[in-house]
């Protein structure tokens, strides 16, 4: 049946557009124009089958509060690594720079160095060591000269005799004084070990004196002997008693010679 606007309109109503909010007309006119061109009506858009959700093959942020925060934690990560990097790159440029620049002064104290190396690889040659040997040995020698000579084991007769021979040597001199009693074999020992050492050592003063004259108590000359004194600069730096409990009434030069060293009253060959 037809309406009213089928009236007005006649055969324009092909190109009619409605201004009715009602999508229906638009559907109706698509199906009146198929028919009038003999073709199959369309079909509605409405009736049309709507797509898959899950057609989608393409990637999309979660732009929600998880993903925001995701994100934001990502971007301070990524803040913070970049950091470290440019840190290490700044202590690593920071060593090379302090390995590589030296101060003014350093510099003037490398320079000095360098020009006495050169000065030392154009004396340090065969014949400058030759001669430098020579001049060293002949300094050692006016040394040795200056030093007072012995040689020999020296009795001493008094008690001043005894004081001058300790007061009045060098400073450098080490006096080493036996005594002895004359009853002891153990001292007859000690004074033929000390004859055989002051060769050795020259330069060491070995004296004897007996206990008697120094005014030492019977139970000493007895129990005591042999005894050694050490003196060094008048003063006494060594005082070995009843050495026969050490040594015994047989020993050797060796036996001596090696504890005098031990207490570092004699210097090691």
Known sequence: MSTLDDKILGE???????????????????????DEEGNAPSVSKANAEPPPVNNWSGSATNTGPKGVLED???????????R???EKERIALAKKLTLSVKTEREEVESKKIEDLEDELSELIDEEFLMKYQQQRMQELMT?????????????LNSQEEFLNAIDKEDQKVTVIVHIYGDMSV????MDGCLQVLATDYPTVKFCRIAAD???????????GVPALLVYKGGQIIGNFIKLATELGDDFFATDVERFLIEFGILPEK
């Open 72 to 82: 934001w934690r990502r971007y301070k990560q990524l803040e913070a690594e970049n």
């Open 143 to 155: 040394q040795l000269q200056k030093v007072p000579q012995f040689g020999k084991l020296i009795l």
């Open 12 to 34: 324009k109503l092909h190109n009619y557009c409605s201004s009715s909010e009602d999508e229906g007309g638009s559907d109706y006119e698509d199906s009146r124009s198929g």
């Open 186 to 189: 153990a001292c007859k020992t």
């Open 213 to 223: 004259i120094t005014g030492m108590s019977r139970h000493f000359r007895v129990e």
């Open 84 to 86: 470290a990097e440019l």
